[in-house]
T-cell receptor, first 109, second 121 residues
Framework: LAKTTQPISMDSYEGQEVNITCSHNNIATNDYITWYQQFPSQGPRFIIQGYKTKVTNEVASLFIPADRKSSTLSLPRVSLSDTAVYYC??????????FGTGTRLLVSP | GAVVSQHPSRVICKSGTSVKIECRSL??????MFWYRQFPKQSLMLMAT?????????EQGVEKDKFLINHASLTLSTLTVTSAHPEDSSFYIC?????????????????FGAGTRLSVL
């Protein structure tokens, strides 16, 4: 059964780099991988999107291997305000949009 | 970035009543909007895809007669939970795509509303 899985939770300290991986073994060949951040009782907020290799913007980097069966969101120098749940979003091979299981990141002082 | 407004943010209703949730794209036109449901500490589950001027496409297991979707204009989609029951209590979130304001190199990014917390007593 194809799944979009992520680690349930991660702990980090301020100033550290955090890498969150999403496994998507049945991703559609022609679609992008998108990552979102969600705070409690709010809608998800777009972070970054990529198709292959590496993408970087002002808040994060996204690493995608050649087989595209996984992707890694990298948050450089996290702060307390980065405490949130992070989701990947991919389209499966049969064209169904699926959010990952979500990773709850806790950043401590 | 594109702004999606969702209203109300919270609603409490009695069992058996119907509740309407509005989703508006404030500064762009959205031919496609999405409705999600999220239970506590769980991921978002796509309920249906709302298409302007045509019938919504529902995901497997979602009752279309229970969750009525109307997308009458390019800036408004509504979700009506009919005859709500306690098991319908959840966080409902809409999103819309704005192909004109996506960051450079991006494609079909969904912009989300703030969500509606529905509590059915």
């Amino acid at each position: 059964l194809a799944k979009t899985t992520q680690p349930i939770s991660m702990d980090s300290y301020e100033g550290q780099e955090v890498n969150i991986t999403c496994s998507h073994n049945n991703i559609a060949t022609n679609d992008y991988i998108t990552w979102y951040q969600q705070f409690p009782s709010q809608g998800p907020r777009f972070i970054i999107q990529g198709y292959k290799t590496k993408v970087t913007n002002e808040v994060a980097s996204l690493f995608i291997p050649a087989d595209r069966k996984s992707s890694t969101l990298s948050l450089p120098r996290v702060s307390l305000s980065d405490t949130a749940v992070y989701y990947c979003l991919v389209k499966w091979g049969f064209q169904k949009l699926v959010f990952g299981t979500g990773t709850r990141l806790l950043v401590s002082p | 970035g594109a702004v999606v407004s969702q209203h109300p943010s919270r609603v409490i209703c009695k069992s058996g009543t119907s509740v309407k949730i509005e989703c508006r794209s404030l500064d762009f036109q959205a031919t496609t909007m999405f409705w999600y449901r999220q239970f506590p500490k769980q991921s978002l589950m796509l309920m249906a895809t709302s298409n302007e001027g045509s019938k919504a496409t529902y995901e497997q297991g979602v009752e279309k007669d229970k969750f009525l979707i109307n997308h009458a204009s390019l800036t408004l989609s509504t979700l009506t939970v009919t005859s709500a029951h306690p098991e319908d209590s959840s966080f409902y979130i809409c999103s819309a795509r704005d192909p004109t304001s996506a960051p450079r190199g991006a494609k079909n990014i969904q912009y989300f509303g703030a969500g509606t917390r529905l509590s059915v007593l």
